[in-house]
């Protein structure tokens, strides 16, 4: 009889180690999530939980549970509240002339 397969939920936030590990994380979710906003504000949720919540509510001036909010999966925040996030974690948001 085989026995049940236990598996843990992923957490990004838990692989963000270092500076380079956030770096080519948002570059990556930003190539990938492009036409995506929910995924686009995860993924800044991920690099925030891994920096640290708290941190991030003193720099941003909003509160930490908005920001967990705002953050999450069905958040939907303001386009100041992210740009606010970004420039907070020391992130950019590029544009670039769409190819083709």
């Not at 891994?50 to 967990?68: D, N």
């Not at 386009?79 to 590029?94: D, N, S």
Request: net charge positive; aromatic share 6%; charged share 30%.
């Amino acid at each position: 009889m085989a026995g049940k397969l236990k598996l843990k939920k992923w957490d990004s936030a838990a692989h963000l180690r270092t500076e380079a590990d956030i770096a080519r994380y948002w570059d990556a979710c930003l190539e990938e999530g492009r036409d995506d906003p929910a995924f686009i504000t995860t993924a800044l949720g991920n690099i925030a939980r891994a920096r640290g919540m708290s941190q991030l509510a003193r720099k941003t001036g909003l509160s930490r549970e908005g920001l967990y909010k705002a953050l999450s999966p069905g958040g939907n925040p303001e386009f100041g509240t992210v740009m606010k996030v970004i420039r907070a974690l020391g992130l950019e948001l590029r544009g670039a002339a769409a190819k083709g």
